[in-house]
């Protein structure tokens, strides 16, 4: 088992509790338990964990980009959920109706092969009959073989209950690359692994829209790369995390403008997309329950604690 400290956390007893917590090495990571309102705790438990110390692609809206430290262990992936499993379920039987685990807290998961290993793991440690895991990825190109061993462990382990999502934020691919600025996947890639993943059976892939203001948003060209019979979309807002702040970046789909929002999900309903409008709780974003946004806080405010965060900011920006 792996031995971090818990040195904060915040909740909203409603909605979320967010943890920052230090690895034997220094790092700092977060995860988060939250429940989606109007559900209950035991209607819909979701659990979000860290799988890198920070994250490499340095998307320009996260704020899990402010410095990389490698990749977490096996069991410093499995440590956070059972963290707040074992103090929601002791015994370690999970029964809330629906039990989410994302893998996507703080670092791209497939850059990681222990978050596969933790997906194997994850039925003998825990007995939870609502268990559904979640990854979102930007789609790395670099990672067929981890792709492949995913396929695999959800046709045995997961086959109707696992949640996939590429994120995808704009509908031109060169663009797509100023916002995620790592060598990715094509969408013709992405489209050809999708459609098998999802005909061996479970939930449709979801492409994942965060998309900033100025970016191209046409519900045409999509379809003409993606079959809806295949995939859904899922729009959400661009978070006010430090960075999209400082670059200055405000999302297509808002917390405040419903019509908008309702006209932007419409073009993609009439290329016969499903569509979900996932605009969170406003509170998620003062509690600072999105994308690494306490982690980042902390650091930029040099808040030690004991913990050495502003060596560690030296380090990352030097």
């Known amino acids: 088992m792996s031995e971090f400290r818990i040195i904060s956390q915040y909740e909203s007893s409603d909605v979320a509790k967010v943890y920052v917590a230090e690895l034997p090495d220094g790092s700092p990571i977060e995860f988060v338990q939250s429940r989606q309102p109007p559900l209950s705790w035991e209607d819909k438990w979701v659990l979000i964990v860290s799988v890198l110390r920070g994250c490499p692609v340095k998307c ?5 980009n402010i410095y990389y430290r490698g990749r977490l262990s096996t069991s410093e992936i499995l440590d956070q959920i059972l963290y707040m499993v074992d103090r929601r379920y002791p015994d370690r039987h999970v029964t809330a109706r629906k039990f989410k685990i994302q893998f996507a807290r703080m670092g791209e998961p497939a850059f990681n092969d222990a978050v596969l290993d933790v997906l194997e793991e994850l039925p003998r440690v825990i007995h939870a009959p609502g268990l559904m895991p979640s990854i979102s990825t930007v789609a790395p190109a670099s990672r067929d073989g981890w792709f492949t061993r995913l ?20 509908t031109d691919e060169e663009a797509r690359q100023k916002l995620i600025p790592i060598r990715t996947w ?45 995939f859904a979309i ?38 016969g997309f499903d569509v979900i409008l996932s605009i969170g709780e406003y509170e998620e974003n003062e509690i600072g329950s999105n994308c690494g946004m306490f982690v980042t806080k902390m650091m930029q405010e040099n808040i030690s604690d004991g913990v050495g965060y502003g060596r560690l900011r030296q380090t990352v920006t030097d």
């Open 60 to 64: 320009p809206f996260c704020d899990a």
């Open 234 to 271: 899922k729009f959400t807002p661009v978070n006010p995390t430090v960075s999209s702040v400082q670059a200055g970046l405000s999302g297509v789909i808002s917390l405040w403008e419903e019509e908008r929002n309702l006209s932007v999900a419409e073009d993609f309903r009439r290329e």
């Open 186 to 230: 094509s969408f013709r890639q992405m489209a050809q692994f999708g459609t098998r993943f999802h005909m061996s059976g479970g939930r449709k892939i979801t492409l994942n829209f965060a998309t900033p203001e100025g970016y191209p948003l046409d519900a045409g060209d999509l379809a003409r790369h993606f079959s809806p019979e295949h």
């Open 151 to 170: 396929e695999r462990i959800k046709e045995t382990l997961y086959p109707e209950s696992f949640q996939f999502q590429f994120s995808i934020h704009t």
